[in-house]
């Protein structure tokens, strides 16, 4: 069955909850400071908002009447240090296991620039752990490219 994506709606918005906790989940084999309570805690709100705005962007890939799959992101602040333009985050994504490698995070990556393209974004990023290596060829494989390094430290 044929995949496609769609804008998020309001009442996608416990799949979408679902999923992210799925993300978290997975991240916290890279991260271990992640706080695994926010998507309870802070998820409602931050995606109502990114369902909502319109400077945000949220979108579902649907199979049939299951979401497999989403992807937010919306516009944002260049930095100040930076030449002024329209700067877009895509802020978080994931495929359901089952329905990875079959094209439907590219079809999610390639609607949001599209949305990006719609709002003349100029400048588009997204942040993945360094050694999330799957994340960061896919993002590769669609067109970004390494920019900022982070480092840290841990003091404990
Ligand atoms: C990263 C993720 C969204 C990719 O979704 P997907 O639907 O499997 O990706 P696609 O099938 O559309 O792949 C698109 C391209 O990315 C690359 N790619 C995808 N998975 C890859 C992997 N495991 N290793 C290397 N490259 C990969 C390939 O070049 C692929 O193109 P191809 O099919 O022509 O070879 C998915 O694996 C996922 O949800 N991972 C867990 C959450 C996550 O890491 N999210 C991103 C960080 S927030």
Redesign the pocket.
């Known amino acids: 069955m044929e995949t496609h994506i769609r804008k998020a709606t309001v009442g996608d918005i416990n799949d979408i909850l679902v999923l992210n906790s799925l ?1 978290f989940e ?2 916290r084999e890279y991260d271990k400071t992640l706080d695994m309570t926010w998507t309870r805690k802070r998820g409602m709100k931050y995606f109502l908002d990114r369902i909502t705005r319109r400077d945000k962007c949220a979108l579902v890939a649907v199979n049939g009447i299951k979401i497999v ?1 989403y992807l937010v992101g919306g516009l944002c602040d260049s930095a100040s240090y930076r030449l002024s333009v329209v700067s877009a985050e895509l802020e ?6 089952d ?11 390639e609607e949001f620039l599209s949305w990006c393209k719609t709002n003349n974004v100029a400048n588009i990023s ?4 360094a050694v ?4 960061i ?3 590769k ?2 067109g970004f490219k390494d920019y900022n390094l982070t480092l840290e430290m841990s003091t404990s």
Request: aromatic share 8%; hydrophobic share 40%; proline share 0%.
């Open positions: 993300l997975e991240d799959g978080n994504m994931l495929v359901l296991e329905f990875r490698g079959k094209g439907v995070g590219k079809k999610l990556v997204v942040t993945a752990s999330n290596n799957r994340g060829k896919f993002y494989s669609l």
